[in-house]
T-cell receptor, first 111, second 112 residues
């Protein structure tokens, strides 16, 4: 599986967009980019995933660069409840049940 | 629809004791997994199952056993607890259509 690199932490103002970068320069053609988040002490929560095209759902948008070597998760209007650790994971879609979580990015949303 | 449930929520064991962490899901998912999370770290895969009767090892399987006799249940057994197994344990099941992985609330285990 391709390795991912994320910043250790970032702050965001409440109501503003939060842009979370992820580098996955060794990603291969059949690997998906997944995003999960973990709010303190809870089990991780799925956010979104994509292969090549940009994706949007009710929680967030995922922008994948054309060369697929990096991506950005966008939380359009961050709230205090979005404070969490965000994990960017690359995995072959058919093997997604074997997700490998790194350290993630600790996002703190401030009032 | 309860999703993924885990019991107990908290457990304290003495070194050498054995116990079983329970996990159940009501979504009829074939894929289930067990992870552990040490303080300040990401999750690491212990064991996983792709269906009843089929299990396999993940990244950190030593000291743990699993079985899958039904689609709903996926218990994790600690054979002889060690302080290094102090951790939070999460069970998950995966929707094969959407690739979304659903996690339980976790079991916080302390081994003294």
């Amino acid at each position: 599986d391709a390795k991912t690199t994320q910043p250790t932490s970032m702050d965001c103002a409440e109501g503003r967009a939060a842009n979370l970068p992820c580098n996955h320069s060794t990603i291969s053609g059949n690997e998906y980019v997944y995003w999960y988040r973990q709010i303190h002490s809870q089990g991780p929560q799925y956010i979104i995933h994509g292969l090549k095209n940009n994706e949007t759902n009710e929680m967030a948008s995922l922008i994948i660069t054309e060369d697929r070597k990096s991506s950005t998760l966008i939380l359009p209007h961050a709230t205090l409840r979005d404070t969490a650790v965000y994990y960017c994971i690359v995995r072959v879609g058919s093997n997604d049940y074997k997700l490998s979580f790194g350290a993630g990015t600790t996002v703190t949303v401030r009032a | 629809n309860a999703g993924v449930t885990q019991t107990p929520k908290f457990q304290v064991l003495k070194t050498g004791q054995s116990m079983t962490l329970q996990c159940a899901q009501d979504m009829n998912h074939e894929y289930m997994s067990w992870y552990r999370q040490d303080p300040g770290m990401g999750l690491r895969l212990i064991h996983y199952s792709v269906g009843a009767g089929i299990t396999d090892q993940g990244e950190v399987p030593n000291g743990y056993n699993v079985s899958r006799s039904t689609t709903e249940d996926f218990p994790l057994r600690l054979l002889s607890a060690a302080p290094s197994q102090t951790s939070v344990y999460f069970c998950a099941s995966t929707n094969p259509s959407t690739y979304e992985q659903y996690f339980g609330p976790g079991t916080r285990l302390t081994v003294t």
